[in-house]
Every structure is written in C-alpha cells, then in structure tokens.
C-alpha cells in the first residue's frame, strides 16, 4: 500500500500574505484533500493495485489517517528552518579506492561448473 502514498496531492499555493522559509518564499502547502472509496479506488487503479472490497473501507480510513497527519504536520512552525537534502552532514560516504591484485585465471576458474579453460560456460539464455 505503498505506493498510494505517492498519490496523497498537496496543492502549493504562492500565497503572499504566508511566510515561507528558505528557498521557497511564499510556498505553503495546503491538504485540502477528502478520502473516500472512489478516490482509494482510483489511486489503487493508477496503481494496478487490486483492493479486495472487504478491504476498502479499513483503507479509507487509514487514507484519512494519513491526512490528518499531514494537516498536522502543516500546522508546524517552520520559519527559520532551512530544507535539508541529507538528514545527516555525510556527503558521498565511500571507501577508498585502493588497488589490491587479483586472481589468477586458473583460480578463478577452479571452482567454476563448466569452462573451456580460458572462460566460464553457462547456459544460453538469449534465443535468435
């Protein structure tokens, strides 16, 4: 029931008269949304998602459950709150490259299930 989720529409509006923070002057998002069992049809249509009836009206009400968490999380006072990228500072964590030797033919080879001595066998899998 993931995927749903990506469907919940919050509608931006460049409000004036609303303060918005950061990059986004102006920008408030407003959940102006109503769940009900077409609109959870629709979205698990677009989703080629198949809801078993007996199931709809538990997922009604977790859709409206998800929007009255978003509308809580409007209400939030977020002026001075700079949009964050990364949760945390660390940027490309990565191991080092280091230049290591490798195995010989002939050990790699070793415990192969077929090869013709220079390469591994395996089955055809693309037919012309």
Not at 39 to 53: F, G, I, M, T
Not at 63 to 87: I, K, S
């Amino acid at each position: 029931m993931g995927f749903i989720l990506l469907f919940l529409p919050l509608i931006a509006s460049n409000n004036l008269l609303t303060k918005g923070s950061g990059v986004f002057p102006g920008l408030n998002y407003i959940c102006i949304m109503q769940v009900d069992t077409k609109l959870v049809s629709h979205l698990a249509h677009l989703s080629r998602l198949n809801v078993a009836p007996e199931k709809m009206d538990k997922l009604v009400t977790d859709m409206q459950d998800l929007v009255v968490f978003v509308e809580q999380l409007n209400a939030l006072d977020t002026t001075g709150t700079e949009p964050l990228m990364h949760m945390g500072d660390a940027v490309n964590v990565l191991r080092t490259d280091e230049i290591n030797g490798s195995i010989s033919r002939t050990s790699a080879l070793k415990n192969a299930p077929d090869s013709d001595g220079e390469f591994f066998k395996v089955p055809k899998v693309i037919n012309k």
